[in-house]
């Protein structure tokens, strides 16, 4: 398991070694992390609202959330869940694990060393289809769009698409507002 705790204000107070790994692995930055609000490195607004509010919720319903979601490399599909269980003095645990691989032909959307231009795209943070308007799998993005024939490809920002986000409302619409 990969494993991220966070404090009352949610700042980061732990990983332990198996996230650190997986950070090494996938390159996401290794500037330091403790003592940051997990929120600090959602950007997205959308994503930012559902995580403080899961947060929230876990906190004040002392109950555990577990999800399903994405995350993916430019190589490789990798189908994920989450469970958030609430620690002593309003903590939070994070525990994620890998569910299955699957190896895809190399991606250049996804991969973060590339030159990118001011463009954004939305990709759903749980599933991560794109949305370009209608939400769909990355590699049909590429299909419909001419992101290729540009000098630079877009950046990509996260959101949620309209299929996560009912199913996310759904899994927390019964829990008590924080």
Same mark, same amino acid.
């Given at each position: ?13 732990? *990983? ?121 799998? *990355? ?40």
């Amino acid at each position: 398991w990969f494993e991220l705790l966070v404090d009352a204000q949610s700042r980061i107070s732990h *990983v332990n070694e198996a996230w650190l790994r997986f950070g090494r692995e996938n390159q996401l930055p290794e500037g330091q992390i403790l003592g940051r609000s997990i929120l600090d490195f959602i950007s997205d607004p959308a994503t930012h609202h559902f995580y403080a509010e899961l947060m929230a919720r876990v906190r004040h319903s002392e109950r555990s959330a577990s999800f399903p979601f994405r995350c993916d490399s430019p190589t490789v599909r990798r189908f994920m869940e989450m469970h958030m269980h609430p620690l002593s003095g309003c903590g939070v645990a994070f525990r994620s694990r890998i569910i299955r691989a699957v190896a895809r032909p190399y991606v250049a959307l996804l991969d973060p060393a590339l030159p990118r231009s001011d463009q954004f795209i939305r990709m759903c943070a749980w599933c991560k289809h794109v949305a370009i308007p209608d939400w769909v799998e *990355v590699e049909r993005a590429l299909q419909l769009t001419r992101w290729f024939d540009q000098p630079r490809l877009p950046q990509l920002t996260h959101g949620i698409c309209p299929a996560c986000e009912a199913q996310m409302n759904a899994k927390i619409g019964g829990w008590p507002k924080a």
